[in-house]
Structure formats: C-alpha cells, structure tokens
C-alpha cells in the first residue's frame, strides 16, 4: 500500500512569500491561477494511482486543490482536521514551531496514517510543514532536523507501507514534481524524478 501526501496548490499567501498566519478573511489562502492550474496538473497525473481512500486537511487551501482531483477519482474524501498545517516561524536565526497544538494534532494524524489497512493507495493532501513532520516520523529526526526538506505546492511526496513492525514506511519519492511544467512550479525550477 502506498501513501501520498500532496502539498496543497500556490495560494497568494504563498506567492507573496507571507509568513505570517493571522488572516480572518482567509483572502490569503485561495488559489492563484498557477495554483488552480497545478491542482489540474497534480489530478491528472493521480490517474495513475489505485487511490482507495482520499483525506484531506480541512483547510480551505487543501479543500480547494482537492476538488480538482476528487472529479477523476471514485473514492469519497474524508476531511478531518488533523491533517492541518504546523505553523513556524523564525526566532533569533532558528527555526520554531508555533504551538504544541499543532504538533499535538499532527501526532494524531500520525496515529491515523500507521492504521491506515486498504487495498489501493491513499492519497492525503495536506501541507509543507505536515509533510516534513510525517517525515521526521519515519526517520526518527526531529521536526527541525526534516526542515530542510523542500516541499513545493502540488508536489507528492510517497510513502510505502510495508508489512513488519520496526521501520513500516518506506520513503520511495519526496518533492515529486514531474507533472509540473517550470511555468508551473512554484519555487524555481521543478525537480527531476
């Protein structure tokens, strides 16, 4: 069984390279035109997946790149909040993560994810930091340690289930944009898989 994890598309807040995460009319998080194009991208190149189980973070940012590829797959989405994003943020030249909440409900979702038993794949779009979060999981590193990790919009990242105890998940691609023309992707150059 494989998991993909899917980075929501380009919002304005992330073409406008704006950290900050205080924004009541959400006007930041919508889709650009480059952001509706790469979730149109991203849902045809999932054709090619036996997706059997679809979540997806309850963020507006996640539900919108969703609808792109919900209308070329059979399975039903299951929105569940623990696949939001873990806010950071930089802090005297490091690196900090905002809320234990945040890192509370990712721990959650993690729980989800090791439970996950179906025939097919599963596809989980989400965000950047949750991503590198799930990574640093697998490789027993720290959140801070997988920071360095690139993880642009649209892209997958693809994760093996495999059938032992110790060591799961298997990591088989991270940042995979192939299906993102340069014009497309979102920060510089897509990297070749």
């Given at each position: 069984m494989r998991i993909i994890l899917v980075r929501h598309a380009e919002t304005?807040?992330?073409?406008?390279?704006?950290?900050?995460?205080?924004d009541p009319s959400k006007a930041l998080d919508i889709l650009t035109p480059k952001g509706r194009m790469q979730s149109i991208l991203l849902s045809k190149?999932?054709?090619?997946?036996?997706?059997?189980?679809i979540y997806s973070s309850d963020l507006k940012r996640a539900l919108d790149t969703l609808y792109s590829i919900k209308k070329h797959q059979k399975a039903k989405p299951v929105i569940k909040s623990e696949f939001r994003e873990i806010h950071s943020r930089a802090k005297d030249g490091k690196i900090v993560f905002s809320s234990k909440k945040d890192l509370a409900r990712a721990i959650k979702a993690w729980k989800i994810i090791e439970k996950i038993k179906v025939d097919g794949d599963v596809l989980i779009v989400c965000h950047g930091n949750f991503i590198k979060f799930i990574l640093s999981r697998i490789l027993d590193i720290s959140l801070k340690q997988a920071y360095p990790f690139i993880i642009q919009n649209c892209s997958l990242t693809v994760l093996e289930k495999v059938d032992r105890k110790y060591?799961?998940?298997k990591i088989l691609l991270v940042?995979?944009?192939?299906h993102?023309?340069?014009?497309?992707?979102?920060?510089?150059d897509p990297f070749i898989e």
């Open positions: 304005v807040r992330n073409r406008d390279k704006i950290f900050r995460h205080v190149r999932l054709k090619a997946y036996n997706l059997t189980k060591k799961p998940f940042n995979g944009t192939k993102l023309p340069k014009k497309f992707a979102s920060q510089g």
